[in-house]
Nanobody
Framework: QVQLVESGGGLVQPGGSLRLSCLASGSIFSTYAMGWFRQAPGKQRELVATITSGGTITNYADSVKGRFTISRDNAKNTVTVYLQMNSLKPEDTAVYHC??????????WGQGTQVTVSS
């Protein structure tokens, strides 16, 4: 059974840092590129960072480039995807999710992790 569990969110002041983790359980994940998405209230879900299956190529949305870093650890039946977020801004406030790329029906979305940037 495949499962995504995100963690690491919280309340942080502007300029602060957080490190998000996504535990992807299931052997399929090691063959997929992965991405971190976020959705703020009243807004569309946004893809903010991607990483290839081997972890060698990453890409970022312009809004987070230079501040966020995506990485991954591939194990036999699990993959952990990280998102290091630095210099956080109030506009980074959102629920953050990870998922495969492309997103497909076989992998249900996890519950996400809330990131709130506020003084």
């Amino acid at each position: 059974q495949v499962q995504l569990v995100e963690s690491g969110g919280g309340l942080v002041q502007p300029g602060g840092s957080l490190r998000l983790s996504c535990l992807a359980s299931g052997s399929i994940f090691s063959t997929y590129a992965m991405g971190w998405f976020r959705q703020a209230p009243g807004k569309q879900r946004e893809l903010v960072a991607t990483i290839t299956s081997g972890g060698t190529i990453t890409n970022y949305a312009d809004s987070v480039k230079g501040r966020f870093t995506i990485s991954r650890d591939n194990a036999k039946n699990t993959v952990t995807v990280y998102l290091q977020m630095n210099s956080l801004k109030p506009e980074d406030t959102a629920v953050y999710h990870c998922n495969t790329l492309p997103v497909g029906p076989a992998v249900p979305w996890g519950q996400g992790t809330q990131v709130t940037v506020s003084s």
